[in-house]
Structures are given as structure tokens and as C-alpha cells.
């Protein structure tokens, strides 16, 4: 509950009506995340103390938590997962649609078990505040408004049909044809310098992968 977004989702939580049993790495942070929500009752909010995300306990650390609450927590009914843009964006991937690493590991470790719970799974860009500035006031490609991530992940806490979904907290796309496009226009004596290539429809991929 004390990373950037951790931070945010925990306060959205509270402020919607949910518990919460949140993460923090000393008791120091766990002092001072309680202290930030004094107002609330005790039983609203609760710490664990996850010291090193290192030690061998806690490096799996994907698979660790879906397995303990597979075993131990039979009543929770959804999972949410911070993954990454990383995660889906991949400059040398010869295949579009891969996932990787931690995602890769809560997706697997869900279609092989027989589990109470549903996964969903979040992939922020650039977290942002608003902007401000008039060039970019509407959106900014490849960004993603903290606000608009954190009620992502809250909303696939809450909504049921968000299980089994990935949901890529983006604010608008942009394809490098459409670059390429802008500096021809632009710039006409560098018109022949970028590659050409077919403008794909929003949410495409091209055939050999991003």
C-alpha cells in the first residue's frame, strides 16, 4: 500500500466502502499507512509486513499470492494484477500477442488450476498526472492518467464480468505509419527517409508482432 499506485488504489478502496489488508515493506510504513486513514475504523484497514521482496519467500511473488489464496482464502472471489505495457509491447517480438514474465506465470498458474477466484489483469503505460498544456491538454499517446489506472484496478474488483481480462489502461494509440505520415507532411525534404507500411485500424497489430 505505499508504491505510487498502491498507494492510490488502497485510498479508492477505502473511500468506496472496502476493507482492506494491505502490503508494506517496515512497520514504519505500516505506522504511517494507518495513520494516513485514522478516521477510519480498525477493522477497515489492516498492514502485513513484506519485508524483502527478494528472499526466496517473496520473489515468487506472483505465484505465491495466487497460490495462498487458493489455499488459504476461499472466499475471494477476484484477483487483479498490476502487469505493465512492457508486458505487451515488445520491439523485438517476431509474434504479436505475447505476454511475459510475471503475467505470463498468473495466466498459466489460472487456466492449469481448478480455482474459486477469477484473474484480471491491468497494463498501464506512463502514469501521468492531467495535463495541462495546450499541445497535449486531450490525451497523450502511450500514457496513462494515474487516476483512470487506479479506478481500473478498483472497477475489476468490484465488476464481475471484468474476470479473465486484461485491460490495457492506455489513453489513446498511435501507430509509427501515422509518425512516419506527420513527418513527410512536415518535414517534405525528409518525405522519403521513414519505412512505409499500411495504416492499421485502432487496436491492430502488425502481422509480425510490435
Not at 520473489?59 to 499470492?65: E, K, L, Q, V, W
Request: one cysteine or more; glycine letters at 8%; a neutral charge.
Amino acid at each position: 500500500g505505499s508504491g505510487f499506485i498502491a498507494a492510490h488504489v488502497l485510498e479508492t478502496l477505502l473511500s468506496r466502502g472496502h476493507s482492506v489488508v494491505t502490503t508494506v515493506s517496515s512497520q514504519q510504513e505500516a505506522e504511517a499507512t494507518l495513520q494516513a486513514h485514522g478516521q477510519l475504523p480498525r477493522d477497515r484497514l489492516d498492514c502485513v509486513i513484506v519485508e524483502d521482496i527478494a528472499k526466496p519467500n517473496a520473489i515468487m511473488g506472483t505465484t505465491g499470492i495466487l497460490k495462498s489464496v487458493q489455499q488459504r482464502a476461499p472466499t475471494v472471489k477476484r484477483v487483479v494484477v498490476t502487469s505493465s505495457f512492457a508486458a505487451i509491447n515488445n520491439v523485438y517480438a517476431k509474434t504479436a500477442g505475447k505476454v511475459y514474465s510475471e503475467e505470463r506465470v498468473a495466466w498459466e498458474f489460472v487456466e492449469k488450476k481448478m480455482l474459486s477466484f477469477t484473474l484480471s489483469v491491468i497494463n498501464p503505460p506512463l502514469r501521468i498526472r492531467d495535463l495541462i498544456t495546450a499541445v497535449a491538454k486531450e490525451r497523450c499517446p502511450l500514457t496513462g492518467n494515474y487516476g483512470y489506472v487506479v479506478l481500473a484496478h478498483v472497477l475489476a474488483v468490484e465488476k464481475e464480468e471484468a474476470g479473465g481480462k486484461r485491460f490495457f489502461a492506455v489513453s489513446s494509440h498511435f501507430s509509427d505509419k501515422t509518425i512516419a505520415d506527420i513527418i513527410g507532411q512536415e518535414f517534405p525534404q525528409f518525405r522519403d527517409r521513414p519505412p512505409t507500411g499500411d495504416t492499421l485500424a485502432s487496436g491492430d497489430y502488425p502481422a509480425d508482432g510490435v
